[in-house]
């Protein structure tokens, strides 16, 4: 032992030994503190934001597309709440056309007049927007994908075909898809129809236009649906569309006398249709046809698209350069809310504006959008 002890004091190590033992003597008196644990901060509350992202249309005081838009341009009304735009981007445009090619009572509405229509928008396009058509009738049915080659969507106008159902739920729904499979944020779509369906539901409908406002599509309606309405109104009344027959022919009643020339050549009471199941179908087809109408100008408005509601084919056709012009003076613009879509149960519509600060720049951006927390149930 004394050799160790020794040893420890030749390197030096003694004084250290000597301290630790009269530490180790003072702690063995005393009475130790209970450790209190590190208190652990709380998790920050999480808000969750979303990004949204606008199609803002830009024209200058003549009409024209306004090139060169920027963030400092615009001013972003969400709720009446100013908001700075994160970015502003001109980029082609995916514009998926879909063409109503059913329905059982059709007048006005014939496949030829709507392969019309929609050959018209498709050549109104600029060569760099890509184009997909669709039809439905029975069942939706993707007739081509997005593409640039315009022979290709015009061979598939062309080849569409009428049928006796209208299955336009089922062709938003896949149109939605469709978008979704995208990488685009410029997407647009456009809807020649008369807006009904021949099975499903308002509610349902309006479930359908409530995806379209979520997924962010701008949804411009070339409609059938006034025109369709005004032929069948006389109708849904009961009054036949055919003239009553002559009492005589024109030669001979033009060598009858002034009076009975009169009465032979005067108007003929109308004739009416006494066919009371039919009569009510055609009124019920007119209410549809009305409604729908409506709600189409709404999805339209809501969406910032063009909404084209003609009482000719000649003025719808004639407005498919509106509807390009409309596509084409789009800029793709995104922000971040203030109020977080979380802050209301995951679902909530705002009501946005944007304006121009801009000398001479006009811009259209007025929607109601849909917002859905990532997680929550879709409507």
């Not at 700075?84 to 007049?113: C, F, H, W």
């Not at 369906?197 to 509610?203: F, H, I, L, T, Y």
């Not at 009076?259 to 249709?273: E, L, N, S």
């Not at 509807?323 to 149960?345: C, G, L, N, R």
């Amino acid at each position: 032992m004394q050799q160790i002890y020794s040893k420890f004091r030749r390197i030096g190590l003694l004084p250290l030994m000597l301290l630790a033992a009269a530490a180790a003597y003072g702690q063995a008196g005393r009475v130790q503190p209970t450790p209190v644990p590190t208190p652990t901060p709380e998790e920050p509350l999480k808000i969750s934001t979303q990004e949204i992202k606008l199609n803002v249309l830009a024209f200058d005081e003549k009409g024209s597309f306004f090139k060169g838009v920027t963030a400092d341009d615009l001013v972003i009304r969400e709720d009446n709440i100013l908001h700075q735009p994160a970015s502003v981007r001109y980029i082609p445009a995916n514009v998926l056309v879909i063409m109503d090619t059913g329905g059982e009572l059709r007048s006005v509405k014939t496949l030829d007049k709507t392969r019309r229509i929609a050959l018209a928008l498709i050549n109104s396009l600029r060569a760099e927007d890509k184009v997909a058509v669709m039809s439905y009738a029975n069942k939706p049915e993707l007739l081509s994908g997005w593409t640039l080659e315009r022979a290709a969507s015009r061979a598939a106008v062309n080849s569409s075909n009428f049928g006796t159902r209208s299955a336009f739920v089922a062709a938003l729904d896949m149109a939605a898809k469709m978008f979704a499979g995208t990488e685009s944020d410029n997407n647009q779509l456009v809807l020649i129809t008369d807006g009904t369906d021949s099975s499903v539901s308002a509610e349902k409908k309006s479930a359908a236009f409530d995806r379209l406002r979520a997924a962010n599509i701008t949804v411009h309606v070339l409609s059938f649906a006034a025109m369709e309405a005004a032929d069948i109104e006389p109708r849904a009344k009961g009054i036949s569309k055919t003239p009553p027959p002559k009492a005589m022919p024109d030669q001979i009643a033009n060598d009858l006398p002034n009076g009975a020339r009169d009465v032979a050549k005067a108007p003929k009471a109308k004739t009416f249709v006494v066919d009371r199941p039919f009569l009510k179908k055609l009124k019920a087809r007119e209410a549809d046809l009305i409604a729908s109408e409506q709600q189409l100008e709404k999805l339209a408005e809501n969406t910032n698209g063009e909404f084209i509601g003609p009482m000719s084919i000649d003025e719808m056709e004639d407005k498919t350069g509106l509807v390009a012009q409309m596509i084409d003076s789009s800029y793709v613009v995104t922000y971040v809310p203030k109020m977080p879509v979380s802050a209301e149960h995951g679902v909530a519509e705002r009501h946005i504006e944007v304006t121009s600060k801009r000398r001479g720049l006009i811009v259209q951006a007025k929607r109601n959008v849909l917002l859905i927390e990532p997680g929550t149930k879709r409507p």
